[in-house]
């Protein structure tokens, strides 16, 4: 690492928001108090121990931001909502579904299979510090997302720890020619809590764990075989895989958090992706169900088209939650992610999004957050800061 420099971390700021390719720079933090370890020379990480870091709003409001929103000046203009809206947290890609890794990653695993460096582009350690300070400044939560076992980079990098064919025990490909990684494989998770734990030195106040889960599609169940299943059903392999992962952040007081798909508040089976709600909701301390209109069936809820209903949709939705988490002890608190993306008619503007915020009031949830894909958000839908 290079000599810290003493620059005012808000001014650095706006020199640092493009992309950073090559070379490092480390910043002495103003917004948050840390301790310099050091750390590998060519790692954009610094070993640092956060002292003060944002903490966990009593009603969390917050926006996706993908990795390519936060590599460039997409994620300024975030953080700028944040401090004008009731916007409070930003869910930042440590980890994407393509097993990338944001910045330039100090877990062996990440530097071994390149995942820091795969596709050329990464965030500066001077970037890193100075996007999590600013943040801490303004109050705004910082929340890793972390992708699990969709992760073509590390299953073609790491054969062993993809999902196989019973065919001839090469990997299994989805219906877009993407090996998935097994999810019985501890290895898998381990990675994800390595990441997670560099994340929270950094100064991530909590972690979320996205694609806790098999791949959704039917054929899964007649082509693949699991070695190490032994005898477990998916959804028993999540729930354990979920438990340890918990187990391992426990000591650092961190909040571990999942997504899961929406319609597993409804639907009492495991889908066939290892997700059932009975199983998981206590293995974390808060559920995250992605309740988007657009990916219900017709007919679901007996809404003909659920999409054109976001109230009802997500009204349904949570009181099932509800009654499902009643009947589990120690039950994990559930933050719903909504819908602001267009898939079909009609098309998603403040109205919609306003509906499912609305219905997530009425039954008791204030907190939220709003996914899209692209992390363009419709602003009007968002009230000013008070």
């Known amino acids: 690492m290079m000599t810290p420099a003493r620059i005012g971390t ?8 493009g992309c950073q390719h090559q070379g490092d720079a480390s910043v002495q933090p103003g917004a948050v108090h840390i301790a310099m370890q050091g750390g590998p020379a060519a790692s954009s990480t610094a070993r640092a121990r956060v002292i003060t870091r944002v903490p966990t709003p009593d009603t969390l409001r917050g926006l996706y931001v993908n990795r390519w929103a936060a590599l460039g000046r997409k994620l300024n203009d975030l953080i700028g909502v944040a401090k004008r809206t009731e916007v409070n947290a930003l869910v930042i890609d440590v980890k994407d579904d393509r097993g990338f ?11 071994e299979i390149g995942a820091d460096t795969a596709d050329g582009h990464w965030m500066s350690g001077a970037k890193l510090r100075a996007v999590l300070d600013t943040m801490a400044a303004h109050k705004i939560y910082p929340i890793a997302r972390i992708v699990v076992a969709k992760d073509p980079l590390l299953a073609r990098k790491k054969l062993d720890l993809a999902i196989k064919r019973k065919s001839d025990l090469k990997p299994w490909l989805d219906k877009n020619g993407k090996p998935w990684l097994d999810p019985h494989q501890r290895v ?24 806790v889960r098999f791949p959704d599609e039917k054929r899964l169940i007649s082509e693949t075989i699991y070695p190490l299943a032994n005898g477990r059903t998916r959804a028993q392999v999540i729930r354990d895989q979920l438990g340890f992962v918990r187990n391992a952040l426990k000591p650092l007081g961190m909040r571990v958090t999942a997504d899961v798909f929406g319609l597993t508040a409804t639907d009492t089976t495991d889908m066939g992706i290892g997700q059932r709600w009975e199983m998981f909701v206590d293995q974390v301390d808060v559920v995250l169900p992605m309740i988007y209109p657009s990916h219900f069936a017709r007919g679901t809820y007996r809404l003909r088209n659920p999409n054109a209903h976001p109230y009802q949709t997500i009204d349904h939705a949570l009181k099932d939650a ?16 909504y819908q602001d993306f ?10 919609e999004i306003r509906a499912q915020k609305k219905a997530g009031y009425d039954n008791g949830f204030q907190s939220w957050i709003l996914w899209n894909p692209k992390s363009n958000y419709t602003l009007a839908a968002l009230e000013p800061q008070t």
């Open 342 to 351: 267009t898939l079909g008619a009609p098309r998603y503007g403040a109205a």
């Open 322 to 337: 509800i009654a499902r988490s009643d009947s589990v002890p120690n039950a994990a608190s559930v933050i719903p992610w």
């Open 10 to 17: 808000i001014a650095f700021f706006g020199v640092l928001l």
């Open 188 to 211: 898998v998770w381990q990675y994800a809590v390595d990441l997670a734990r560099e994340a929270h030195e950094l100064g991530f106040s909590e972690v979320q764990f996205d694609y």
């Open 101 to 111: 890794v944001l910045y330039r990653s100090s877990v062996p695993l990440a530097r």
